[in-house]
């Protein structure tokens, strides 16, 4: 018995060192990513909406007897179909969503350099937009009304700062910066990150030729600034323009 | 990652932020893959189910309670059911395909030919490991209960507790489970023809096999 017991435990043992293969799937990794991330099926279904309104299932059972948690899964049911069906901001969460998703999506090289192009972070942007009440969509006419005069290249202007010194908007992030706007790109300094730098450059200018194609999302950012987004057809951020409250409008610098 | 990032991801990822999915799906991508393809020995099933799984744990992420169970776990878990399925049905049938997601989403698919040739590397590199191929052979021959017990144990490198979580069963009963196991592993080493002996030789030249011919 004893012996046997010996036996099982270096039979253990030499199973617990058995050399394990070791194989990395990197490039199934990324498109399952961007497939689920990007995927219309990551947007709440109305059962799980509620599900989120109403809270933990478990907790929600000690204080409020089951009646009133049908009664109000009811009504909950009622008033989401309801406002699902009638908000005119559904198009506008979508593409904000879906753009959300993609550059999430992004590899980190990717990613700065969409950030260094467009002179803000995306991201936090693109999650302001989600967050803010009064999103919504342009048309091309209604984006071009909004810039007549360089529509979607560079937004920049010179003009007087409320300190009284010229402020040159060079698009380098500093005014980014200066303006209290934390979306201040990191310096693009590695061969690989030049490499993605001049890939996004080369499809963002692409996607600008075929602007009319583009979606327009506009919103009031936390800062009570008006930031109007530009989303290419495969859902990248193409501009993003920021009109300052003291009148100074950011955005990308020209291609 | 710890268990308090991992629920603040969670409940992140359920509020609708695909970013807090992304970190949870990069932290575990590899494990579950890793898991999978120990358990079925082939690279392209193991892609298509850790497809399934990290789809499904997406789909069903709301209806997740988070009652001191990782989440990890219950990636595990949903991988366990779906390998389960796979080896009793003797195929794997995706309810989804990566290609239908990528469809769906409206993304801009990378070159296909990276996807094959990184699997045919895979398959290739999976081939170097004759001793573990031969071991997973034998172990998949045990019945499903004692394939997942002794997987986890000593492909995941998981504790007794943490096995008796993934598969919602009492810690006495994993021992038990897994004392079996070993004892039909054991005995279904000993049992192998001398010609397949020296592909298996550490399980065979060993003190183990040594002691048991010399009783």
Sequence with gaps: MKKENIKQKEYIKQLENLELPEIETPAHKRQLRIALLSAPRFTQSRARRLWNAMGNASSMKKIIPIGAIALVAVVALVVGVGFQGITPRADAQQVTRLSLATVSALPAEDSSALTAILNADPATILKEAQNASDLTTLTYDQFVALYPQDGYTAIGVTQANPAGASTSVAFTGTLASSTGIARTPTPITTPAALQAMATIKAKIAVEQAALKTAKFLQFTDPQGEKVTIAVGSDNMPISINITLTNGLRVGQQAL | ?215
């Design chain 2, 1 to 215: 990652m710890d268990l308090q990032r991992e629920k603040e991801l969670v409940e992140r990822a359920r509020g609708d932020d695909p970013d807090a999915f992304g970190a949870l799906f990069d932290e575990y991508y590899q494990k579950i893959f890793g898991y999978i393809l120990k358990r079925t020995g082939v690279v392209a099933v193991a892609e298509d189910i850790v497809s399934e799984v990290f789809y499904k744990a997406q789909k069903g992420l709301w209806r997740f309670a988070w009652q001191n169970v990782p989440f990890s776990a219950w990636l595990y878990r949903i991988a366990t059911n779906e390998i389960n399925g796979y080896f009793r049905k003797g195929t794997f049938r995706r309810s989804v395909s990566l290609d239908a997601l990528i469809e769906g989403s409206d993304f801009e698919v990378a070159d296909a030919n990276d996807l094959i040739h990184e699997l045919e590397h895979a398959e290739r590199e999976l081939e170097q490991h004759a001793l573990f191929l031969a071991v997973r052979k034998e172990i998949a021959k045990l019945p499903e209960k004692y394939q997942e017990v002794v997987a986890l144990r000593f492909f995941e490198n998981k504790k007794v507790g943490d096995i008796a979580v993934i598969l919602n069963k009492k810690e006495g009963t994993i021992k038990s489970l897994l004392s079996r196991a070993v004892e039909q592993l054991r005995n279904s080493f000993s049992d192998r023809p001398a010609s397949e002996q020296t592909q298996m030789q550490p399980f065979y030249s060993s003190s183990v096999m040594d002691g048991e011919r010399s009783l």
